[in-house]
Nanobody, 127 residues
Framework: QVQLVESGGGLVQAGGSLRLSCAASGRTFSTNVVGWFRQAPGKEREFVAA??????YYADSVKGRFIVSRDNAKNTVYLQMDSLKPEDTAVYYC??????????????????????WGQGTQATVSS
């Protein structure tokens, strides 16, 4: 089993920054795919970013503002969020997969290939 815990959320003003962390424990060596998703009130959960080894992927809405990275020594994946906007306000979740060689469902919040999910961390951006 793999356990994921998100942290780093908080309240910031528009234009500010937050760095979210996704700490993994358990059998993490084969957890090669990590995605970030978010869910705003009244909206469906949506893809934000993902990292597969050194390859990164981003939703169009966050390109140029967010950066996903990983620290293998700490078993942690980060989401650096800069130039935050009120529309970025959401609960942010990380998800992980031990399955290799898949990309078609990388951005799907409901894909069973994402086997593990954290409980989320709230990020609120004020005007």
């Amino acid at each position: 089993q793999v356990q994921l815990v998100e942290s780093g959320g908080g309240l910031v003003q528009a234009g500010g920054s937050l760095r979210l962390s996704c700490a993994a424990s358990g059998r993490t060596f084969s957890t090669n795919v990590v995605g970030w998703f978010r869910q705003a009130p009244g909206k469906e959960r949506e893809f934000v970013a993902a990292i597969i080894y050194s390859n990164t992927y981003y939703a169009d809405s966050v390109k140029g503002r967010f950066i996903v990275s990983r620290d293998n020594a700490k078993n942690t994946v980060y989401l650096q969020m800069d130039s935050l906007k009120p529309e970025d306000t959401a609960v942010y979740y990380c998800a992980a997969s031990t399955v290799s060689g898949w990309y078609a469902q990388l951005k799907s919040a409901t894909s069973p290939l994402y086997q593990y999910w954290g409980q989320g961390t709230q990020a609120t951006v004020s005007s």
